[in-house]
């Protein structure tokens, strides 16, 4: 993934365009990219401008600027109101209410729709996005019905990250694409929870309200700092002591509703950047239950 340095009203010349080995797959804008027809492509914010080849992707990398609603992607959204059929959440201060149908939710009927009350937390997919329109959220996958990690976020705590550390995190690889491994140094001396969100919000629950604000505390710190990968790794080891080892793990049932999968490794695992990390413990591996791919584990008192 190569980058380059751009600004606003410059043209995208045609050898800084992904060059893809497979010509069936379109070539894809993303934020901060505009298309003039017939074959004019200008950057609208000043940032890195970013190509992958593998994606056939192309997409300006910056820290400022407002979040503007893309279809497709996870956001984290509050309730603020709700109506008859639909809630209305705040994905931002200064953007219209994003509307949540209560039946997209995960095998959700007229009778066992979810009760969100104001201030609730959701983890939510954009699914529709127009600057005509209110943007519309969805709390499950159209094509399987699956929750796939979204939905309420219960406990835990909100941050708030600037927008080109969301996309950071949110990478398929943080540390090799990113160049950040704070959470996964921390999550080698801590258990905790994480949900990234392309709004600028990252929501962590860990065992103790300390811990969550050291966590979350940390990210917020290699975000303003700008940290190198040594510095994180600095940084961690500085506020996380590593723990005393335990024998066993114990599932949290509510997390194992139906999918009751077994994983036989310690390493975190992740859908749709929903990400567990449970720590460097020995387990007995039938004791930790992985539901839609999230593992779950909890210490024995």
Known sequence: MATKV??????????????????S????????????PPSTITPTVAGSLCVDNRKNAIWVE????????????????????????????????????AQLPQLAFEGATKKTRPQLT??????????????????????????TGKADGMGELKGGMVFDISLGMARRLMMPKPGEQGGIVVLEEIGERLPFEVAVGRNGKIWI?????????????AVMETDRGLLAVEEQRRLAMSNFKTQPCVTQAKIRKDWILR?????TTAAEETVNNRVIYPGRYPYDSKLCGIHNNILSIRLKA
């Open 25 to 36: 797959i379109p070539l894809k804008l993303g934020p901060g990219l505009r298309h003039i």
């Open 62 to 97: 910056s820290n400022g600027g407002r979040y503007t609603p893309q279809t497709g992607d996870l956001v984290i959204a509050t309730v603020h109101h709700s109506s008859t059929e639909v809630y209305h959440c705040s994905i931002t201060p200064y953007t219209a209410y």
């Open 205 to 217: 629950d860990s065992k103790g309200i300390k811990e969550t604000i050291l966590v979350g505390r």
């Open 259 to 263: 999918n009751k999968s077994y994983s």
């Open 6 to 23: 751009v600004l606003p009203g410059e043209e995208i010349s045609s050898e800084l365009l992904p060059t893809s080995t497979n010509p």
């Open 118 to 143: 104001t201030g609730s937390l959701i983890y939510a997919r954009v699914s529709l996005a127009s600057k005509h329109l209110d943007p519309e959220l969805e709390c499950l996958n159209p094509s």
